[in-house]
């Protein structure tokens, strides 16, 4: 079992950035492949960005893709996601996910594919 628990949250500004945080417990987060979704209210939730066990392979949502950093300290077992250039647009609660992957590159974006989510995070975006 995995807890994750997201924190960095908050208002900013269009144009600001925001480096949001999501620690686990267990002792085995290395070999979890870890990933970020967000949803704001109406809509699903979608894929943000994720991170291979290793932290070699990431990828990220389209619509994000530039302005967003992923990674991760397996030493604190934490993941980051580092958000620059925020726009009104990307106000969402932004939530933590991680499964267990027998392949250090892999990467999954699809919700169904995650087996642990954290309580989320609020961002939002003025204009």
């Known amino acids: 079992q995995v807890q994750l628990v997201e924190s960095g949250g908050g208002l900013v500004q269009a144009g600001g950035s925001l480096r949001l945080s999501c620690a686990t417990s267990?002792?085995?987060?290395?070999?979890?492949?870890m990933g970020w979704f967000r949803q704001a209210p109406g809509n699903e939730r979608e894929f943000v960005a994720a991170i291979s066990r290793s932290g070699g392979n990431t990828v990220y949502a389209d619509s994000m893709k530039g302005r967003l950093t992923i990674s991760r300290d397996n030493i604190k077992n934490t993941v980051y996601l580092q958000m620059a250039s925020l726009k009104p647009e990307d106000t969402a609660v932004y939530y933590c996910a991680a499964v267990s992957s027998g392949l250090a590159s892999t990467v999954y974006f699809r919700v169904n594919e995650y087996d642990y989510w954290g309580q989320g995070t609020q961002v939002t975006v003025s204009s």
């Open positions: 267990g002792r085995t987060f290395s070999s979890y492949v």
